[in-house]
C-alpha cells in the first residue's frame, strides 16, 4: 500500500517549469517582414491613388492605418528611425485638413519608406510602366503626367534615381499652351495647375536631394489632385 500512496504523491507533483513550456502549444510566430512590407507597399499605393485623384477621406483612413498598424512585427537592425519617420509621416497625413498637406505627408512618407529600403538592401523593384507616344491630344498629356508621376513614385520607394530623373525629363518639357486647353474644355484653373508642375519640374533639375524630392513630389500630386478635383466638378480641398 506505501508504494501506491507514494506514487499518488508523485502523480501530484508540479511539473517542472521547463518541462511545462516544452509541453505547452506553440505561441504564434511573428508577423513575417515580407508580408507586412507587402501590405505597406498596397496600403502606400492606395494612399497614392487617392492623394493624387483628390479623394480625401479615402486617403485620410489609409494614412492612419499605416500610422498605427505596426505591432507584432520583427524589423531588421537599424531601421527604427526610419519607421517612426514613416509612421509620423503617415500620422500627419491622417491629420491633415487639406490636399496640399496630405500630398507633403506623402511625399514625407514615400521618402522614409525608400530609406528604410536603401539601409536594408531590401524594398520593391516596381515595373516600368510603358513611355507614352509623344503628341499633343489630352489623352497624351495626361498619360505622359501619369508616366512621370509613376515614375517619380518608384524613385521615392524603391529608391531609384534614374526613375527620377526620367520623370522630371518629361515634366520639365512645354506645359498646355491656352489654345490647347480651350480646345479641350478643361475646366478653370487646369492650365494653371499643368503650368504648376511643369515649372516645378523644371527648377527640381538644379537641386536633388532627398528632402527636395519629397518637397516636390509633394507639390506636383497637390497640383495633380486639385486639376482632377475640378474636373469633377468638385471645389479644392
Known sequence: MSWFLTLLACSKTPIPPEVAATNAAPTAPPVSTRVHMD??????????????????EDARADFAWMAEHQEGVVLPDGVTAWVSSMRDS????????????????????????????????????LQEPTVPVLGDSQGVHMAQHSWAHDRMWASLIEPNAGAWESALQVLS?????????????????????????????????????????????????????????????????
Open 39 to 56: 501590405d505597406h507597399l498596397y496600403r502606400a499605393t492606395a494612399i497614392r491613388d487617392a492623394v493624387v485623384h483628390g479623394r480625401f
Open 90 to 125: 503617415a500620422a500627419a497625413g491622417a491629420a491633415a485638413e487639406s490636399t496640399q498637406a496630405q500630398a507633403a505627408a506623402l511625399g514625407q512618407m514615400a521618402t522614409a519608406c525608400g530609406g528604410c529600403h536603401a539601409a536594408t538592401g531590401t524594398g520593391p523593384k
Open 173 to 237: 518639357e512645354d506645359a498646355l499652351p491656352a489654345s490647347e486647353v480651350a480646345n479641350w474644355a478643361l475646366p478653370q484653373g487646369s492650365q494653371a495647375q499643368d503650368e504648376q508642375v511643369h515649372r516645378l519640374a523644371h527648377a527640381a533639375l538644379a537641386d536633388d536631394t532627398p528632402a527636395a524630392r519629397a518637397d516636390l513630389y509633394g507639390q506636383i500630386v497637390s497640383a495633380c489632385a486639385t486639376c482632377h478635383r475640378a474636373s469633377r466638378g468638385e471645389a479644392p480641398q
